[in-house]
């Protein structure tokens, strides 16, 4: 069974920036397309990015230009960096496995996630 650990989540001013963090057991990242996701306070989760095995990432509209999607398969961890945050980024990031590149449905149980605070 697959387990998820997200971290690296806190508290920043808006503008600061942080970096997510996500490992699995149970399984390999490295042939897996992975992606990231959020869920903020009384909203459905929503996605926020994905990584092929191959690099190729897309995000939603929201976050393009200022987050980052990265992999590093020899540690099975999943990243994203977050540059320019703002409060409405504000919510608790998880991490899993998109069905498919465009499929955002996730295939794998969930983590417990990371808090991630954006203060004005």
């Known amino acids: 069974q697959v387990q998820l650990v997200e971290s690296g989540g806190g508290l920043v001013q808006a503008g600061g920036s942080l970096r997510l963090s996500c490992a699995a057991s149970?399984?390999?990242?490295?042939?897996?397309?992975m992606g990231w996701y959020r869920q903020a306070p009384g909203k459905q989760r929503e996605w926020v990015a994905t990584?092929?095995?191959?690099?190729?990432?897309r995000y939603v509209d929201s976050v393009k230009g200022r987050f980052t999607i990265s992999r590093d398969n020899a540690k099975n961890t999943v990243y994203l960096q977050m540059n320019s945050l703002k409060p409405e980024d504000t919510a608790v990031y998880y991490c899993?496995?998109?069905?498919?590149?465009?499929?955002?449905?996730?295939?794998?149980?969930w983590g417990q996630g990371t808090q991630v605070t954006v203060s004005s």
């Open positions: 149970g399984t390999s990242f490295s042939g897996n397309i």
């Open positions: 990584i092929t095995p191959g690099d190729d990432t």
């Open positions: 899993n496995r998109p069905l498919t590149y465009y499929v955002t449905h996730v295939m794998w149980a």
